[in-house]
Protein backbone atom coordinates (compact mmCIF):
# COMPACT_ATOMS: atom_id res chain seq x y z
CA UNK A 1 0.00 0.00 0.00
CA UNK A 2 1.05 3.17 -0.97
CA UNK A 3 -0.54 5.60 1.51
CA UNK A 4 -1.79 4.24 5.00
CA UNK A 5 -5.93 5.26 5.20
CA UNK A 6 -7.85 6.93 7.80
CA UNK A 7 -11.42 4.90 9.02
CA UNK A 8 -13.59 6.55 11.38
CA UNK A 9 -16.83 4.45 12.80
CA UNK A 10 -19.22 6.12 14.15
CA UNK A 11 -22.13 4.30 16.41
CA UNK A 12 -25.34 6.23 17.28
CA UNK A 13 -26.86 3.76 19.86
CA UNK A 14 -29.77 3.95 22.22
CA UNK A 15 -27.81 4.48 25.02
CA UNK A 16 -24.53 5.94 23.65
CA UNK A 17 -22.64 7.48 21.04
CA UNK A 18 -19.27 5.97 20.60
CA UNK A 19 -16.33 6.91 18.14
CA UNK A 20 -13.04 4.98 16.59
CA UNK A 21 -10.27 6.59 14.67
CA UNK A 22 -8.21 3.52 13.09
CA UNK A 23 -5.75 3.89 10.54
CA UNK A 24 -4.76 1.60 8.06
CA UNK A 25 -1.23 1.45 7.73
CA UNK A 26 1.44 0.57 5.10
CA UNK A 27 1.49 -3.37 5.90
CA UNK A 28 -2.34 -3.62 5.65
CA UNK A 29 -2.46 -3.71 9.63
CA UNK A 30 -5.48 -2.04 11.13
CA UNK A 31 -4.43 0.46 13.95
CA UNK A 32 -7.01 2.64 16.82
CA UNK A 33 -5.73 5.35 17.46
CA UNK A 34 -8.17 7.31 19.30
CA UNK A 35 -11.52 6.51 20.82
CA UNK A 36 -14.54 8.69 22.46
CA UNK A 37 -17.57 8.70 24.13
CA UNK A 38 -21.12 10.73 24.76
CA UNK A 39 -24.84 10.46 25.89
CA UNK A 40 -27.26 10.05 22.71
CA UNK A 41 -28.49 13.94 23.67
CA UNK A 42 -31.16 14.99 20.92
CA UNK A 43 -31.48 10.62 19.71
CA UNK A 44 -34.18 9.02 21.10
CA UNK A 45 -33.39 5.11 19.87
CA UNK A 46 -31.32 6.47 17.06
CA UNK A 47 -33.05 8.85 15.51
CA UNK A 48 -32.90 12.65 15.82
CA UNK A 49 -35.39 14.50 17.53
CA UNK A 50 -33.51 17.38 18.31
CA UNK A 51 -30.96 18.46 15.60
CA UNK A 52 -28.75 21.03 18.17
CA UNK A 53 -28.64 18.32 20.72
CA UNK A 54 -27.69 15.58 18.74
CA UNK A 55 -25.00 17.70 16.52
CA UNK A 56 -23.50 18.68 20.07
CA UNK A 57 -23.75 14.56 20.97
CA UNK A 58 -22.13 13.58 18.12
CA UNK A 59 -19.11 15.99 17.77
CA UNK A 60 -18.22 15.18 21.65
CA UNK A 61 -17.76 11.86 20.90
CA UNK A 62 -15.91 12.48 17.75
CA UNK A 63 -13.42 15.43 19.41
CA UNK A 64 -12.68 13.11 22.32
CA UNK A 65 -11.63 10.52 19.63
CA UNK A 66 -9.81 13.92 17.73
CA UNK A 67 -7.65 14.60 20.65
CA UNK A 68 -6.59 11.33 21.61
CA UNK A 69 -5.61 9.95 18.05
CA UNK A 70 -4.59 13.77 16.81
CA UNK A 71 -6.42 13.64 13.99
CA UNK A 72 -8.84 15.58 12.41
CA UNK A 73 -12.15 13.12 11.29
CA UNK A 74 -12.92 15.46 7.72
CA UNK A 75 -9.28 13.72 6.72
CA UNK A 76 -11.17 10.36 7.60
CA UNK A 77 -13.34 7.90 5.84
CA UNK A 78 -16.53 7.90 7.39
CA UNK A 79 -18.97 5.34 8.59
CA UNK A 80 -21.81 5.12 10.36
CA UNK A 81 -23.77 2.57 12.44
CA UNK A 82 -27.76 2.45 12.19
CA UNK A 83 -30.17 0.30 13.74
CA UNK A 84 -33.69 0.86 15.20
CA UNK A 85 -37.35 0.34 14.70
CA UNK A 86 -37.18 1.98 11.69
CA UNK A 87 -35.16 -0.12 9.61
CA UNK A 88 -36.62 -3.26 8.07
CA UNK A 89 -35.35 -6.03 5.40
CA UNK A 90 -37.65 -7.55 2.83
CA UNK A 91 -36.40 -10.47 0.32
CA UNK A 92 -35.87 -9.60 -3.11
CA UNK A 93 -35.27 -11.33 -6.33
CA UNK A 94 -33.18 -10.76 -9.62
CA UNK A 95 -33.60 -12.53 -12.67
CA UNK A 96 -31.28 -11.58 -16.21
CA UNK A 97 -30.14 -13.58 -19.08
CA UNK A 98 -26.87 -13.54 -19.64
CA UNK A 99 -25.37 -11.79 -22.71
CA UNK A 100 -22.45 -13.41 -23.66
CA UNK A 101 -22.57 -16.94 -22.00
CA UNK A 102 -19.55 -18.31 -24.27
CA UNK A 103 -17.19 -15.64 -22.64
CA UNK A 104 -18.74 -16.15 -19.23
CA UNK A 105 -20.57 -14.35 -16.71
CA UNK A 106 -19.62 -10.91 -16.52
CA UNK A 107 -19.40 -8.07 -13.98
CA UNK A 108 -22.41 -6.26 -16.42
CA UNK A 109 -24.16 -9.42 -16.01
CA UNK A 110 -24.52 -8.80 -12.33
CA UNK A 111 -24.65 -5.31 -12.26
CA UNK A 112 -28.06 -6.19 -14.58
CA UNK A 113 -29.41 -8.79 -11.98
CA UNK A 114 -28.53 -6.24 -8.92
CA UNK A 115 -30.61 -4.34 -10.91
CA UNK A 116 -33.17 -6.30 -11.10
CA UNK A 117 -33.19 -7.58 -7.57
CA UNK A 118 -33.60 -4.10 -6.32
CA UNK A 119 -36.16 -2.24 -8.68
CA UNK A 120 -39.33 -2.74 -6.13
CA UNK A 121 -42.27 -0.26 -5.29
CA UNK A 122 -41.55 1.55 -1.85
CA UNK A 123 -43.57 4.08 -0.48
CA UNK A 124 -42.06 7.56 -0.71
CA UNK A 125 -40.92 7.82 2.72
CA UNK A 126 -38.96 4.54 2.26
CA UNK A 127 -35.56 4.14 0.66
CA UNK A 128 -32.92 0.97 0.07
CA UNK A 129 -30.09 0.91 2.50
CA UNK A 130 -28.34 -2.22 1.68
CA UNK A 131 -28.69 -4.87 -1.03
CA UNK A 132 -27.31 -8.33 0.18
CA UNK A 133 -26.91 -10.92 -2.09
CA UNK A 134 -27.74 -14.34 -0.50
CA UNK A 135 -26.91 -16.72 -3.55
CA UNK A 136 -27.08 -16.39 -7.36
CA UNK A 137 -28.61 -19.25 -9.18
CA UNK A 138 -27.12 -20.22 -12.64
CA UNK A 139 -29.47 -21.99 -14.57
CA UNK A 140 -30.76 -23.50 -11.54
CA UNK A 141 -27.71 -24.34 -9.71
CA UNK A 142 -27.97 -22.98 -6.35
CA UNK A 143 -25.73 -21.44 -3.61
CA UNK A 144 -22.84 -19.91 -6.00
CA UNK A 145 -21.42 -17.14 -4.26
CA UNK A 146 -19.43 -15.38 -6.95
CA UNK A 147 -20.73 -16.21 -10.19
CA UNK A 148 -18.10 -14.13 -12.21
CA UNK A 149 -16.48 -16.01 -15.54
CA UNK A 150 -18.62 -19.23 -15.33
CA UNK A 151 -20.92 -20.45 -17.96
CA UNK A 152 -25.11 -20.24 -17.82
CA UNK A 153 -27.92 -18.67 -19.96
CA UNK A 154 -29.69 -17.52 -17.24
CA UNK A 155 -28.59 -15.67 -14.15
CA UNK A 156 -30.65 -14.92 -10.76
CA UNK A 157 -29.82 -13.55 -7.31
CA UNK A 158 -31.61 -13.76 -4.25
CA UNK A 159 -31.59 -10.77 -1.67
CA UNK A 160 -31.90 -9.26 0.96
CA UNK A 161 -33.37 -5.69 1.28
CA UNK A 162 -32.22 -3.44 4.10
CA UNK A 163 -35.03 -0.47 3.97
CA UNK A 164 -35.18 2.73 6.58
CA UNK A 165 -37.18 5.71 6.57
CA UNK A 166 -36.13 8.89 4.21
CA UNK A 167 -36.04 11.52 7.40
CA UNK A 168 -34.16 9.27 10.07
CA UNK A 169 -31.48 8.46 7.71
CA UNK A 170 -31.83 12.47 6.27
CA UNK A 171 -31.34 13.90 9.56
CA UNK A 172 -28.15 11.35 10.28
CA UNK A 173 -26.77 13.46 7.36
CA UNK A 174 -28.06 16.62 8.54
CA UNK A 175 -26.11 16.09 11.79
CA UNK A 176 -22.62 15.35 9.72
CA UNK A 177 -23.69 18.16 7.18
CA UNK A 178 -23.31 20.48 10.87
CA UNK A 179 -20.04 19.00 11.62
CA UNK A 180 -18.79 19.47 8.04
CA UNK A 181 -18.66 15.54 7.61
CA UNK A 182 -19.71 13.42 4.78
CA UNK A 183 -20.25 9.16 5.20
CA UNK A 184 -18.78 7.14 2.78
CA UNK A 185 -22.41 5.00 3.69
CA UNK A 186 -24.53 4.18 6.38
CA UNK A 187 -24.06 0.62 7.96
CA UNK A 188 -26.70 -1.71 9.18
CA UNK A 189 -25.08 -2.08 12.72
CA UNK A 190 -25.23 -6.09 12.82
CA UNK A 191 -22.83 -5.99 9.96
CA UNK A 192 -20.30 -4.29 11.71
CA UNK A 193 -20.80 -5.69 15.07
CA UNK A 194 -20.20 -9.52 13.21
CA UNK A 195 -17.14 -7.71 11.84
CA UNK A 196 -16.18 -7.03 14.99
CA UNK A 197 -16.99 -10.29 17.30
CA UNK A 198 -17.90 -13.38 14.52
CA UNK A 199 -15.44 -15.13 12.60
CA UNK A 200 -16.40 -15.95 9.21
CA UNK A 201 -16.29 -19.42 9.56
CA UNK A 202 -19.19 -19.13 12.28
CA UNK A 203 -21.45 -17.17 10.29
CA UNK A 204 -20.68 -19.73 7.52
CA UNK A 205 -21.58 -22.27 10.00
CA UNK A 206 -25.39 -20.07 11.17
CA UNK A 207 -24.90 -17.70 13.54
CA UNK A 208 -27.26 -15.34 16.08
CA UNK A 209 -25.60 -12.36 17.44
CA UNK A 210 -27.77 -10.21 20.09
CA UNK A 211 -26.98 -7.62 20.98
CA UNK A 212 -28.67 -6.19 24.60
CA UNK A 213 -27.83 -2.11 24.57
CA UNK A 214 -30.78 -0.19 25.16
CA UNK A 215 -32.99 -1.74 23.06
CA UNK A 216 -32.28 -5.26 21.69
CA UNK A 217 -30.96 -6.28 17.60
CA UNK A 218 -31.05 -9.78 17.04
CA UNK A 219 -29.49 -10.86 13.49
CA UNK A 220 -28.56 -14.26 11.93
CA UNK A 221 -26.02 -14.78 9.78
CA UNK A 222 -26.01 -18.19 7.44
CA UNK A 223 -23.93 -19.06 4.50
CA UNK A 224 -21.69 -15.90 5.55
CA UNK A 225 -24.59 -13.46 4.98
CA UNK A 226 -27.17 -11.66 7.00
CA UNK A 227 -30.18 -13.89 6.57
CA UNK A 228 -32.75 -12.12 9.00
CA UNK A 229 -32.43 -9.01 11.41
CA UNK A 230 -34.76 -7.39 13.82
CA UNK A 231 -35.05 -5.22 16.85
CA UNK A 232 -36.86 -5.76 19.97
CA UNK A 233 -37.97 -2.75 22.00
CA UNK A 234 -35.95 -4.44 25.26
CA UNK A 235 -32.62 -4.20 26.38
CA UNK A 236 -30.92 -2.30 29.23
CA UNK A 237 -33.22 0.03 29.85
CA UNK A 238 -36.00 -1.92 31.21
CA UNK A 239 -33.07 -3.10 33.71
CA UNK A 240 -32.03 -0.05 34.69
CA UNK A 241 -35.75 1.25 35.38
CA UNK A 242 -36.78 -2.15 36.67
CA UNK A 243 -34.04 -1.20 39.42
CA UNK A 244 -34.28 2.56 39.48
CA UNK A 245 -38.32 2.04 40.63
CA UNK A 246 -37.40 -1.19 42.87
CA UNK A 247 -34.64 0.50 45.01
CA UNK A 248 -36.30 4.56 44.76
CA UNK A 249 -32.87 5.40 43.63
CA UNK A 250 -32.32 8.05 40.51
CA UNK A 251 -32.01 6.81 37.15
CA UNK A 252 -28.34 7.25 36.69
CA UNK A 253 -27.30 5.65 39.87
CA UNK A 254 -29.71 2.42 38.52
CA UNK A 255 -27.20 2.03 36.08
CA UNK A 256 -24.27 2.64 37.98
CA UNK A 257 -25.42 -0.28 40.74
CA UNK A 258 -26.40 -2.71 37.56
CA UNK A 259 -23.14 -2.51 35.77
CA UNK A 260 -20.86 -2.74 39.28
CA UNK A 261 -23.20 -5.31 40.88
CA UNK A 262 -25.42 -6.90 38.20
CA UNK A 263 -25.88 -10.33 38.31
CA UNK A 264 -28.17 -12.62 35.65
CA UNK A 265 -29.14 -15.20 38.07
CA UNK A 266 -29.52 -15.28 41.78
CA UNK A 267 -28.27 -18.64 42.01
CA UNK A 268 -24.91 -17.79 40.30
CA UNK A 269 -24.00 -15.21 43.48
CA UNK A 270 -21.81 -16.96 46.17
CA UNK A 271 -21.00 -14.49 48.31
CA UNK A 272 -23.61 -11.75 48.75
CA UNK A 273 -22.19 -8.33 48.95
CA UNK A 274 -23.63 -5.74 50.74
CA UNK A 275 -24.61 -2.51 48.53
CA UNK A 276 -24.93 0.94 49.57
CA UNK A 277 -28.17 3.15 48.01
CA UNK A 278 -28.03 6.82 47.69
CA UNK A 279 -31.70 8.89 47.40
CA UNK A 280 -32.17 11.33 44.91
CA UNK A 281 -30.69 13.51 47.09
CA UNK A 282 -27.60 11.85 46.92
CA UNK A 283 -27.64 10.79 50.83
CA UNK A 284 -26.86 7.69 51.74
CA UNK A 285 -30.71 5.89 52.17
CA UNK A 286 -30.43 2.14 52.62
CA UNK A 287 -28.28 -1.11 52.57
CA UNK A 288 -29.36 -3.87 50.35
CA UNK A 289 -28.11 -7.30 49.34
CA UNK A 290 -26.85 -8.62 46.05
CA UNK A 291 -29.33 -10.76 46.10
CA UNK A 292 -32.08 -8.37 46.38
CA UNK A 293 -30.26 -6.49 43.13
CA UNK A 294 -30.58 -10.03 41.12
CA UNK A 295 -34.14 -10.76 41.90
CA UNK A 296 -35.18 -7.40 40.21
CA UNK A 297 -32.64 -8.26 37.13
CA UNK A 298 -33.45 -12.01 36.49
CA UNK A 299 -37.20 -12.62 36.00
CA UNK A 300 -37.04 -8.91 33.59
CA UNK A 301 -33.32 -10.17 31.93
CA UNK A 302 -35.50 -13.70 31.63
CA UNK A 303 -38.47 -12.08 29.35
CA UNK A 304 -36.14 -10.17 27.34
CA UNK A 305 -34.37 -13.21 26.43
CA UNK A 306 -37.60 -15.31 25.66
CA UNK A 307 -38.87 -12.65 22.92
CA UNK A 308 -35.07 -13.07 21.43
CA UNK A 309 -35.44 -16.65 21.71
CA UNK A 310 -39.04 -16.32 19.45
CA UNK A 311 -38.12 -14.68 17.32
CA UNK A 312 -35.29 -16.91 16.10
CA UNK A 313 -37.58 -19.53 16.47
CA UNK A 314 -39.95 -17.70 14.13
CA UNK A 315 -36.94 -17.48 11.33
CA UNK A 316 -36.86 -21.17 11.05
CA UNK A 317 -32.85 -21.04 11.32
CA UNK A 318 -32.63 -21.86 15.18
CA UNK A 319 -31.41 -25.30 14.09
CA UNK A 320 -29.11 -24.78 12.05
CA UNK A 321 -27.18 -22.37 14.15
CA UNK A 322 -23.91 -24.44 14.02
CA UNK A 323 -22.29 -21.46 15.31
CA UNK A 324 -24.71 -21.07 18.13
CA UNK A 325 -25.59 -17.49 20.06
CA UNK A 326 -23.25 -14.46 20.86
CA UNK A 327 -24.62 -12.11 23.08
CA UNK A 328 -22.77 -8.77 23.74
CA UNK A 329 -23.91 -4.91 23.87
CA UNK A 330 -23.62 -3.46 27.38
CA UNK A 331 -26.10 -6.25 29.16
CA UNK A 332 -24.11 -9.31 28.47
CA UNK A 333 -21.41 -8.05 31.04
CA UNK A 334 -23.98 -9.08 33.51
CA UNK A 335 -22.73 -11.98 35.28
CA UNK A 336 -24.12 -15.00 34.60
CA UNK A 337 -26.19 -13.91 31.66
CA UNK A 338 -24.33 -16.57 29.46
CA UNK A 339 -26.01 -19.53 31.70
CA UNK A 340 -29.03 -18.27 31.53
CA UNK A 341 -29.04 -17.61 27.91
CA UNK A 342 -28.39 -21.07 27.13
CA UNK A 343 -31.10 -22.37 29.44
CA UNK A 344 -33.59 -20.15 27.33
CA UNK A 345 -31.91 -20.84 23.91
CA UNK A 346 -31.08 -24.38 24.29
CA UNK A 347 -28.05 -23.59 22.42
CA UNK A 348 -24.55 -22.74 22.89
CA UNK A 349 -24.13 -19.03 23.91
CA UNK A 350 -20.66 -17.50 24.18
CA UNK A 351 -20.21 -13.64 24.91
CA UNK A 352 -18.77 -11.15 22.14
CA UNK A 353 -16.12 -8.83 22.82
CA UNK A 354 -14.06 -7.03 19.44
CA UNK A 355 -11.54 -8.88 17.97
CA UNK A 356 -7.89 -7.54 19.28
CA UNK A 357 -6.52 -5.33 16.67
CA UNK A 358 -3.72 -4.60 19.14
CA UNK A 359 -3.38 -5.30 22.47
CA UNK A 360 -1.04 -2.51 23.26
CA UNK A 361 -4.12 0.03 21.87
CA UNK A 362 -7.31 -1.67 22.43
CA UNK A 363 -6.86 -2.38 26.58
CA UNK A 364 -10.30 -1.33 27.83
CA UNK A 365 -11.80 -0.52 24.69
CA UNK A 366 -14.03 -3.44 24.63
CA UNK A 367 -18.45 -3.78 25.10
CA UNK A 368 -18.84 0.22 24.51
CA UNK A 369 -16.72 0.86 21.14
CA UNK A 370 -17.77 -2.83 19.77
CA UNK A 371 -19.91 -1.89 17.03
CA UNK A 372 -17.53 1.59 16.23
CA UNK A 373 -14.82 -1.01 16.07
CA UNK A 374 -17.37 -3.09 13.69
CA UNK A 375 -17.46 -0.23 11.84
CA UNK A 376 -13.78 0.96 10.69
CA UNK A 377 -13.07 -2.83 9.63
CA UNK A 378 -16.66 -3.02 7.62
CA UNK A 379 -14.34 0.09 6.19
CA UNK A 380 -10.85 -1.59 5.81
CA UNK A 381 -12.81 -4.68 4.02
CA UNK A 382 -13.87 -2.60 1.17
CA UNK A 383 -17.66 -4.69 0.77
CA UNK A 384 -19.53 -2.09 1.70
CA UNK A 385 -22.92 -2.65 0.17
CA UNK A 386 -24.45 0.47 1.43
CA UNK A 387 -26.42 3.47 0.18
CA UNK A 388 -24.18 6.27 0.32
CA UNK A 389 -25.86 9.70 0.77
CA UNK A 390 -27.41 11.56 -2.24
CA UNK A 391 -26.40 8.43 -4.38
CA UNK A 392 -28.37 5.49 -6.15
CA UNK A 393 -27.36 2.21 -4.16
CA UNK A 394 -26.74 0.56 -7.64
CA UNK A 395 -23.69 2.72 -8.29
CA UNK A 396 -21.91 1.22 -4.57
CA UNK A 397 -23.23 -2.18 -5.12
CA UNK A 398 -22.19 -2.86 -8.20
CA UNK A 399 -19.04 -1.88 -7.80
CA UNK A 400 -18.53 -3.95 -4.32
CA UNK A 401 -20.08 -6.70 -5.11
CA UNK A 402 -17.51 -8.78 -6.84
CA UNK A 403 -15.07 -7.81 -3.75
CA UNK A 404 -18.06 -9.11 -1.49
CA UNK A 405 -17.87 -13.20 -2.39
CA UNK A 406 -13.52 -12.83 -2.85
Same mark, same amino acid.
Given at each position: ?9 ? *????? &? ?28 ? /??? %? ?14 ? $? ?62 ? %? ?41 ? %? ?30 ? *???? $? ?12 ? &? ?48 ? *? ?23 ? %? ?25 ? /? ?32 ? *? ?12 ? $? ?34
Amino acid at each position: MAKSKKLLGL *DIGTT &KIACVIAEIDNSGKLNILGHGISMPEGFRN /GVV %INLERAVDSAAQAIGQ $AEKLANLRAKNCEIYVGIAGEYIKHLPSIGTVPVKNPAKGISEKDISEVIRQAQTIRLPNDEQI %IHLIPNQYIVDGQKGIRNPIGMFGFRLEVEALLIIGTVSAIEN %IHRVLDHLELKAESLVLQPQAVSLAVAEPEDK *DLGI $AIVDIGGMTNVSIF &KDGVLRYYKTLPLGGENLTKDISIGLRTPYKKAEEIKRVYGTAMISSIEH *DEPIIIEDISGRVNKQISQRLLASI %IEPRLEEILQHVDNAIRETGYAESLSG /GVILTGGTSLLKGIDLLAEQIFRLPVKIGKPQTI *DDTQTEGIMTDFTT $AIGLVRYGLNGNSLSLPHEENVLTEVVSKVKELFI
